[in-house]
């Protein structure tokens, strides 16, 4: 069984069980999806229930690679029916790929899928914990041009395209579920950026993620707190509000860039804009859910000041150039340190490269250290690969994170 087309800007995938796949292994797979129902490989007959799926489906009738991955002839009812040929033809981004019965069974398959749910979506919370909602730059990885480029120069944004590759990040962006003496738990999300939607798309159903009580901005770029506007799902659909803790100067920049969110007065009786509370805050800790929050003040180029945030002994620093030294004390005692990288070989006038980083790394000395931040010419692999031999040479344990990660945190 392989696993061989994925379709669509928005990552909605295609699985086909090749003949010779056994319907026992099918039907295996289908626990874990919400869309599909029925699949027979026996009879290469499949009976989707839900419609949402089809126009997926026929983005391949007819095609060359349609009909080599999908083999022709194979479920001719389905490929024939008009009324789903409608309009994804024209979703850009179609990739072909071959996922191995290994990235199968663990799942990585299911990411793309529009409301998928894993099994970790039903499980009761024993330990607050920490997921990756994003870990790249603000263009995310792939690059559309890299795909689009004739010369297909770029491997990492190649392999990014593919299903369930680690190379594929979206904005930065850490969910923090914080589990409370009282058993209570609280969402809270650290940075809304432009690709919010698409973070929230494939996560929050995979970890069964329905409410987000606050939102802490690291800084006024639209990679942070581009996807705020999108948050009105929440606030229509899910919670009555969402307070958001911005620093005063930044939330002096989102009175411009957001303002009908900031100022309310300025709507339109009626309309439906999402309904958050913004909170200034200073550079001095501050309580979120009674959850102790110290920002960690960091320069993002020169002149422009970012926010880190420590939780606990989780200190998360995903824009940064250059650390200033009032801001050293705050990472002592650091269990995880998540710090910016932005590629392997230089820092940039508002990033700090891997080099710099690694400086970092050895001056703050966490216990455990994860990259966020990547740019394309970050490959998964390889950089972890180099990064692993520091701890046999000098006793770093370093890696970069990847989209959806999930970490057990002791708060
Ligand atoms: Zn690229
Ligand atoms: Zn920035």
């Given at each position: ?382 950089i972890n690969t180099f990064l692993a031999k520091l701890l046999e040479s000098e006793?770093l344990?370093v ?13």
């Amino acid at each position: 069984m392989r696993i061989v087309a994925e379709v669509g800007s928005f990552g909605a995938r295609i699985l086909h069980f090749r003949r010779g796949g056994s319907s026992g292994q099918a039907m295996a797979a289908l626990k874990t999806m919400s869309v599909l129902h029925t699949v027979s490989s026996g009879t290469r007959r499949l009976v989707p229930p839900s419609p949402c799926l089809l126009p997926f489906l026929q983005g391949f009738n007819g095609t060359r690679s349609g009909n080599r991955l999908l083999g022709a002839g194979c479920w001719p009812k389905l490929f024939h029916h008009a009324t789903w040929c409608s309009r994804i033809r024209a979703d850009a981004g179609v990739v072909v790929s071959d996922a191995s019965e290994k990235e199968f069974q663990s799942g990585a398959f299911v990411d793309g899928f529009l409301g998928v749910q894993s099994e970790e979506a039903g499980r009761e919370l024993t330990t607050s914990e920490i997921i990756f909602l994003g870990t790249g730059t603000s263009e995310g990885i792939p690059r559309v041009s890299c795909l689009t480029n004739p010369d297909k120069s770029c491997p990492v944004c190649l392999a990014a395209a593919q299903l369930g590759n680690k190379n594929r990040r979206r904005n930065t962006s850490l969910l923090v579920r914080y589990l409370a003496p009282d058993g209570s738990l609280y969402n809270i999300l650290i940075d809304a950026g432009k690709f919010f939607y698409h973070s929230a798309l494939q996560w929050f159903p995979y970890y069964g993620i329905r409410k987000i009580d606050s939102v802490i901005i690291t800084h006024a770029h639209a990679d942070a707190n581009g996807g705020l506007d999108d948050l009105r799902d929440w606030t229509n659909n899910v919670q009555p509000h969402i307070p958001i803790y911005v620093g005063l100067r930044d939330l002096t920049v989102m009175a411009k860039s957001h303002y009908y969110l900031v100022d309310t007065t300025v709507i339109m009786k009626g309309t439906a804009v999402t309904k958050l509370q913004f909170i200034p805050m200073s550079e001095e800790p501050f309580q979120v859910h009674g959850l102790k929050v110290t920002p960690l003040p960091v320069w993002h180029g020169p002149g422009y000041r970012s926010l880190g945030f420590r939780i606990g002994d989780v200190c998360y620093i995903s824009d940064a150039s250059e650390i200033p030294a009032e801001t050293y004390p705050l990472l002592e005692n650091c269990d995880l340190l998540i710090l910016d990288a932005l590629r392997p070989d230089r820092s940039s006038s508002t990033h700090f490269g891997m080099p710099a980083a690694l400086e970092e790394v050895r001056k703050i000395r966490p216990k455990r250290t994860l990259f966020t931040g990547m740019m394309h010419t970050m490959d998964h692999h390889k950089i972890n690969t180099f990064l692993a031999k520091l701890l046999e040479s000098e006793g770093l344990d370093v890696q970069l994170s990847f989209d959806g990660m999930k970490l057990p945190i002791h708060l």
